[in-house]
């Protein structure tokens, strides 16, 4: 199943406090459905957030990193 959710695509006009509503609204919505075990992280502006399976199929998340 899930286990981190990255938000993207904010309006670039949005502030830090937009963002936190946004992620605070799909938190309540996640939990409110099952899905508190779900780690949710707002995508960081000028961040890459690389994807990877490990051995066993299963995909990975590496810390953000700045795009170069």
């Known amino acids: 199943g899930v286990r981190r959710l990255i938000t993207f695509h904010y309006d670039q006009d949005y502030s830090d406090a937009d963002v936190d509503a946004l992620i605070a609204a799909c938190r309540a919505y996640l939990d409110g459905h099952g899905g508190r075990a779900i780690e949710l992280?707002?995508?960081?502006?000028a961040a890459l957030y690389d994807a990877k399976r490990d051995g066993r199929?299963?995909?990975?998340?590496?810390?953000?990193?700045?795009?170069?």
């Not at 992280?41 to 502006?45: C, L, M, R, Y």
């Not at 199929?57 to 170069?68: E, F, I, K, S």
């Open 41 to 45: 992280v707002a995508a960081a502006d």
């Open 57 to 68: 199929g299963t995909w990975r998340l590496a810390q953000p990193r700045p795009v170069d």
